[in-house]
């Protein structure tokens, strides 16, 4: 008789909300007419990421002790519940600027279908506990992530960044393959809390699959000098997909980085500290140096994902306590940050018909009164600037490298957000400080109830963004419990 493990459903409910709006998507794309197909699609996903979310609190709130599940191959914890909330948050933000997103009826359906695909793949992959449940979590949302990118082939560089993006991808996950293999064959363990015990000293061959599963993570994080994928995907995909990757892709890998490293190589610490530590500057570095060039504003943001990378990896190499809170809090306002300026270059993409840059922004501050103010938030709350998350997270982030004694890293990222103040408030310039002579009012985008879901959308990120900022203790209290499932 085949022994089958015992399934906690109730643990992966979030995963499995995602997976059940998928299938009911491709029978909408299937049974239900090109007329009603959209809002029925639309809504079908929107209540797919809302499950998840109410799952996800629930398993947080029902999860004090940390424990494995389905034969120790996934966890159940706080750190992994609060990430999927994260992620089905962004999910549903993403489906509300997706809804007027221009699109050929016949692809609406499998749309939303590869988005929830791609929500429950991440779900899973937060959950992972060993390298085989890793490996098949990000294969699982990275394929949705690759179609989606080039979905709308109406699109001019949605077919090339979607190859792109599938090549790099592609290079990136056969680097974490490689790595997982070399640890496995080393250990002999596939659970992450199993290779943390064993004794391996010093073996080189760990150590460079070390590094290769640091290296195919941070592929996914868009930490440089891995990160050659994310300023043409960005620009190329839909520009609610790429809302989409730039948050809750972020949130997935850095999370699941973290606790590979705290769990699977504790003994190791001396050495991958300072490797992230290095990267986060090459990030720091290469994100804001080369945003200071671009025009187009969906690569600015991209290379701004760049440097906000570099940013959260401070948190990771400081590997204490105080830097796993850092990291947490961190991912809360910036995925709302990151969701809501993406979703104001959407509005404009569709008024003007074309690629959004510094120049055709013009005026938006005057003509769409409340996306100009959101965007100056978002732009002021990326750049670190009180009344905003953005704020709190930085100096949560210097805190923990000031904490562990790594204060080159504090100047480095001083620095880095000096350099950054050029082009984020060039993006406000260009809305708000133009001569009347310049200004070119775009036409109208139709009737206000057209945009009112992407609207409510970029509501829900300006409120989390400031209400981050007021709201730092009860939110560093979630932090602080998620924290607490990961070892010391």
Same mark, same amino acid.
């Given at each position: 008789?085949?022994?089958?493990?015992?399934?906690?459903?109730?643990?992966?409910?979030?995963?499995?909300?995602l997976?059940?709006?998928? $299938?009911?998507?491709?029978?909408?794309?299937?049974?239900?007419?090109?007329?009603?197909?959209?809002?029925?699609?639309?809504?079908?996903?929107?209540?797919?990421? #809302?499950?998840?979310?109410?799952? *996800? #609190?629930?398993v947080?709130?029902?999860?004090?002790?940390?424990?494995?599940?389905?034969?120790?191959?996934?966890?159940?914890?706080?750190?992994?519940?609060?990430?999927?909330?994260?992620?089905?948050?962004?999910?549903a933000v993403a #489906?509300?600027i997706?809804?007027?997103?221009?699109?050929? /009826?016949?692809h609406?359906?499998?749309?939303?279908?590869?988005? %929830?695909?791609?929500?429950?793949?991440?779900?899973?992959f #937060?959950q992972?506990?060993?390298?085989?449940?890793?490996?098949?979590?990000?294969?699982?949302?990275?394929?949705?992530?690759?179609?989606?990118?080039?979905?709308?082939?109406?699109?001019?560089?949605?077919?090339?960044?979607? =190859? !792109?993006?599938?090549?790099?991808?592609?290079?990136?996950s056969?680097?974490?393959?490689?790595?997982?293999?070399?640890?496995?064959?080393?250990? +002999?363990?596939?659970? @992450?809390? !199993?290779?943390?015990?064993?004794?391996?000293?010093?073996?080189?061959?760990?150590?460079? +699959?070390?590094?290769?599963?640091?290296?195919?993570?941070?592929?996914k994080?868009?930490?440089?000098?891995?990160?050659?994928?994310?300023?043409?995907?960005?620009?190329? &995909?839909?520009?609610?997909? %790429?809302?989409?990757?730039?948050?809750?892709?972020?949130?997935?890998a850095?999370?699941?980085?973290?606790?590979?490293l705290?769990?699977?190589?504790?003994?190791?610490?001396?050495?991958?500290?300072? &490797?992230?530590?290095?990267? $986060?500057?090459?990030?720091? *570095?290469?994100?804001?140096?080369?945003a200071?060039?671009?025009?187009?504003?969906?690569?600015?943001?991209?290379?701004?994902?760049?440097?906000?990378?570099?940013?959260?990896?401070?948190?990771?190499?400081a590997?204490?306590?105080?830097?796993?809170?850092?990291?947490?809090?961190?991912?809360?306002?910036?995925? $709302?940050?990151?969701l809501?300026?993406?979703?104001?270059?959407?509005?404009?993409?569709?008024?003007?018909?074309?690629?959004?840059? =510094?120049?055709?922004?013009?005026?938006?501050?005057?003509?769409?009164?409340?996306? +100009?103010?959101?965007?100056?938030? @978002?732009?002021?709350?990326?750049?670190?600037?009180?009344?905003?998350?953005?704020?709190?997270? !930085?100096?949560?982030?210097?805190?923990?490298?000031?904490?562990?004694?790594?204060?080159w890293?504090?100047?480095?990222?001083?620095?880095? %957000?000096?350099?950054?103040?050029?082009?984020?408030?060039?993006?406000v310039?260009?809305?708000?400080?133009? /001569?009347? *002579?310049?200004l070119? =009012? *775009?036409?109208?985008? +139709?009737?206000?109830?057209?945009?009112? =879901?992407?609207g409510?959308?970029v509501?829900?990120?300006?409120?989390?963004t400031?209400?981050? @900022?007021?709201?730092?203790?009860?939110?560093? /209290?979630?932090?602080?419990?998620?924290?607490?499932?990961?070892?010391?």
């Open positions: 008789m085949i022994q089958k493990p015992h399934v906690d459903w109730f643990a992966i409910s979030p995963s499995l909300a997976l059940a709006a998928a $299938a009911l998507l491709l029978m909408i794309a299937v049974f239900v007419p090109a007329g009603p197909r959209r809002a029925v699609a639309a809504s079908t996903g929107f209540a797919g990421f #809302v499950a998840a979310f109410v799952f *996800a #609190v629930l947080d709130v029902r999860s004090p002790v940390a424990t494995t599940i389905v034969h120790d191959a996934l966890y159940r914890d706080r750190w992994a519940a609060l990430a999927q909330v994260l992620i089905a948050g962004a999910g #489906v509300l997706a809804y007027r997103e221009r699109m050929r /009826d016949e609406v359906a499998e749309y939303y279908a590869l988005l %929830t695909a791609a929500g429950a793949g991440m779900a899973f #937060v992972a506990s060993n390298l085989m449940t890793l490996f098949l979590g990000l294969e699982w949302f990275s394929i949705a992530l690759y179609v989606l990118t080039a979905i709308d082939i109406d699109l001019i560089g949605s077919l090339e960044a979607g =190859l !792109k993006y599938l090549v790099v991808g592609a290079v990136g056969a680097t974490l393959l490689f790595g997982s293999a070399l640890v496995y064959g080393q250990t +002999g363990q596939l659970g @992450f809390d !199993k290779i943390g015990a064993y004794g391996h000293g010093h073996s080189s061959m760990l150590v460079v +699959g070390l590094a290769m599963i640091i290296a195919g993570l941070a592929f994080s868009s930490a440089a000098p891995f990160h050659m994928w994310t300023p043409d995907a960005y620009q190329g &995909a839909p520009t609610p997909v %790429t809302a989409f990757m730039a948050s809750a892709t972020k949130i997935a850095l999370v699941v980085t973290y606790r590979v705290e769990t699977a190589f504790p003994q190791d610490e001396h050495l991958w500290r300072y &490797a992230i530590a290095v990267i $986060a500057c090459i990030s720091l *570095a290469w994100g804001n140096i080369a200071l060039v671009q025009r187009n504003v969906k690569r600015i943001l991209a290379y701004s994902s760049v440097s906000h990378a570099g940013f959260m990896l401070i948190a990771i190499a590997a204490s306590p105080l830097g796993e809170r850092a990291l947490m809090y961190y991912l809360i306002p910036y995925s $709302a940050m990151s809501g300026a993406f979703a104001v270059v959407a509005a404009r993409e569709r008024e003007l018909g074309v690629p959004v840059t =510094l120049q055709n922004l013009a005026g938006l501050g005057w003509e769409r009164p409340f996306l +100009g103010v959101s965007m100056w938030v @978002f732009m002021l709350g990326m750049l670190g600037f009180p009344l905003t998350g953005g704020f709190i997270g !930085k100096f949560y982030v210097f805190a923990a490298a000031y904490d562990h004694g790594f204060w890293l504090i100047v480095a990222g001083v620095i880095a %957000t000096m350099i950054s103040a050029y082009y984020y408030l060039g993006i310039r260009a809305m708000y400080f133009r /001569d009347a *002579a310049e070119q =009012l *775009a036409p109208a985008g +139709g009737s206000p109830p057209r945009e009112l =879901l992407l409510l959308g509501l829900i990120c300006v409120a989390v400031v209400g981050s @900022f007021f709201a730092v203790q009860p939110l560093i /209290d979630v932090a602080r419990s998620a924290a607490a499932a990961l070892p010391l």
